[in-house]
């Protein structure tokens, strides 16, 4: 009887203290007196309460702050919106809005463009950008500012002939074919004589010219 009875005060104990420890069941965890409680349900310590700074997921703990929020220093990797929030710096201006006061993308300025030389050979857009200097004036945007096919005269230049050419022969008025990037001239050679002989000659870089 004495055993049965020590074991029914055991059981009795062990029960308690289950009950003492177990939440019930379904329910979130209650947050202390140091936690504020997300709308969520989540906790974070109380100190993150208007702070400048979303800690809970939904934002909750920067509603309803009666004070402002205290200045907030960002790191140097980082800019700072209008509104106190911290970005990171190459989202500054990128097209994209990331401050909840959207004053990331405000005042952007266009950027200036690098300083490039092109070779002699490149044309240089107004960018910055080096294109062959075939491609100016070619009917074809190839600058990012198009600047490339501005300020064109009706009629191009006649190339100059191939430096293998033979004495006496000549270009005609004919403008360049381009086709995409490449370029297939057609040039009208002339026979510089009275019977003003023509023929047509067409190719890609290096023409040997005959009659």
């Not at 289950?18 to 069941?25: D, E, K, L, M």
């Not at 952007?108 to 857009?125: A, M, N």
């Not at 370029?183 to 003003?196: A, C, G, Q, S, T």
Request: net charge negative; hydrophobic share 25%.
């Amino acid at each position: 009887a004495i055993m049965i009875g020590l074991m029914n005060t055991f059981a009795l104990l062990l029960l308690l203290m289950c009950i003492g420890n177990t939440s019930v069941a379904g329910q979130e965890r209650s947050c202390s007196s140091s936690e504020h409680t997300c709308s969520n349900g989540k906790c974070m310590s109380l100190n993150a309460r208007c702070d400048g700074r979303s800690d809970c997921f939904d934002g909750s703990d920067e509603r309803g702050c009666l004070t402002a929020a205290p200045p907030v220093t960002c790191d140097t990797s980082e800019w700072q919106c209008n509104d106190g929030q911290c970005i990171a710096s190459g989202y500054r201006c990128d097209e994209y809005v990331d401050c909840g006061d959207q004053s990331d993308e405000r005042d952007c300025q266009t950027p200036t463009p690098p300083s490039v030389t092109c070779d002699t050979s490149e044309w240089q857009c107004n960018d910055g950008q080096c294109i062959a200097s075939g491609y100016r004036c070619d009917e074809y945007v190839d600058c990012g500012d198009q600047s490339d096919e501005r300020d064109c005269q009706t009629t191009t230049p006649p190339p100059s002939p191939p430096p293998d050419c033979t004495s006496g022969y000549g270009t005609s008025m004919s403008r360049p074919l381009v086709t995409g990037k490449e370029f297939l001239p057609e040039f009208v050679w002339i026979l510089d004589n009275e019977d003003k002989f023509k023929f047509n000659i067409s190719y890609v870089s290096k023409v040997s010219c005959v009659p």
